[in-house]
């Protein structure tokens, strides 16, 4: 199953901006699509972007379009998410999914990393 390890958290101010990475081990991070979802405190883990196996689809959270941009390279089985325009109620800790659905459903989570945008 794919491990998956996010780097790129930070304390950031209002209007700033942070860059996340996902890199994943094994050979085969381009069968899964990815994703990132993010949990504030008090809150219930939210959907922030999707993208396809190929980097060509991707999907938005409606409070982050037009901010964040998701991609990924297969080559070095890497994600990155590159938050713009940051605001304090982006304040979660983020967390970098992998899922693929054959006969069976593979479901893999990062750690997580932490976001922190003060006003």
């Known amino acids: 199953q794919v491990q998956l390890v996010e780097n790129g958290g930070g304390l950031v101010q209002a209007g700033g901006s942070l860059r996340l990475s996902c890199a994943a081990s094994?050979?085969?991070?381009?069968?899964?699509?990815m994703g990132w979802y993010r949990q504030a405190p008090g809150k219930e883990r939210e959907f922030v972007a999707l993208i396809g196996r190929s980097g060509v689809n991707t999907v938005y959270g409606d409070s982050v379009k037009g901010r964040f941009t998701i991609s990924r390279d297969n080559a070095k089985t890497t994600m990155w998410l590159q938050m713009n325009s940051l605001k304090p109620e982006d304040t979660a800790v983020y967390y970098c999914n992998a899922k693929k659905v054959t006969t069976v459903t593979i479901d893999a989570w990062g750690q997580g990393t932490q976001v922190t945008v003060s006003s």
């Open positions: 094994g050979r085969t991070f381009s069968t899964y699509a």
